[in-house]
């Protein structure tokens, strides 16, 4: 069955820390595909990034980077330095291609991020 | 200019009317869809068309009944509005079903 856990529920942390935003995903398929979206508190949805199931090279984008691991169905995300305007809830979601890529999402349950001055 | 647009933001309605939320993308994208955010944050998407065709009806109560009368468009009309329907409803449309997906700000519906 497929399956998104983002088990961290809410994180506090101080501006400038580094924090680790963890993802484990279940699926029977081979070929899928993971991203992030970014929630802040004005309510849309943000892409951050899309990763296929053969790429496991690590992604860094500025201070956001994303370690893919598929011996552990995991696709964590790591911002270094965070800031305030990270503050929001983020999502990580799994779309599988056995279905006919139907593209439909599967969502994490998200973790609500605090980021204090 | 907005990339995928939803009218209107805020709903408020009593129970049994029926009401639409409209959608439009200016991306060119051949597929579109509707997910639902509850009040835990939970996203659920509910239905996708490509094409205009629908693709996925993710056992939505058929109180809900997308339309999409082009490619550009994904309208969702809801009949005989319950308590449970509050919720904030996202459109989002993408390239093609495994390019990413760009969501639109939300409709938040309160039902009275």
């Known amino acids: 069955a497929q399956k998104v856990t983002q088990a961290q529920t809410e994180i506090s942390v101080v501006e400038k820390e580094d924090v680790t935003l963890d993802c484990v995903y279940e699926t029977r398929d081979t070929t899928y595909y993971l991203f992030w979206y970014k929630q802040p508190p004005s309510g849309e949805l943000v892409f951050l990034i899309r990763r296929n199931s053969f790429d496991e090279q690590n992604e860094i984008s500025g201070r956001y980077s994303w370690n893919f691991q598929k011996s552990t169905s995991s696709f964590n995300f790591t911002i270094t330095a965070s800031q305030v305007v990270d503050s929001a809830v983020y999502f990580c979601?799994?779309?599988?291609?056995?279905?006919?890529?139907?593209?439909?999402?599967?969502f994490g349950q998200g973790t609500t991020l605090q980021v204090k001055p | 200019d907005t990339a995928v647009s939803q009218t209107p933001k805020y709903l408020v309605t009593q129970m049994g009317n029926d009401k639409s939320i409209k959608c439009e993308q200016n991306?060119?994208?051949?597929?579109m869809y509707w997910y639902k955010q509850d009040s835990k944050k939970f996203l659920k998407i509910m239905f996708s068309?490509?094409?205009?065709?629908?693709?996925i009806n993710e056992t939505v109560p058929n109180r809900f009944s997308p339309k999409s009368p082009d490619k550009a468009h994904l309208n969702l009309h809801i009949n005989s509005l319950e308590l449970g329907d509050s919720a904030v409803y996202f459109c989002?449309?993408?390239?093609?079903?495994?390019?990413?997906?760009?969501f639109g700000d939300g409709t938040r519906l309160s039902i009275l």
């Open positions: 068309y490509n094409n205009k065709e629908l693709i």
């Open positions: 979601a799994l779309s599988e291609a056995w279905s006919g890529n139907t593209g439909k999402l599967i």
């Open positions: 989002a449309s993408s390239q093609d079903m495994v390019q990413p997906q760009h």
């Open positions: 991306l060119g994208h051949d597929t």
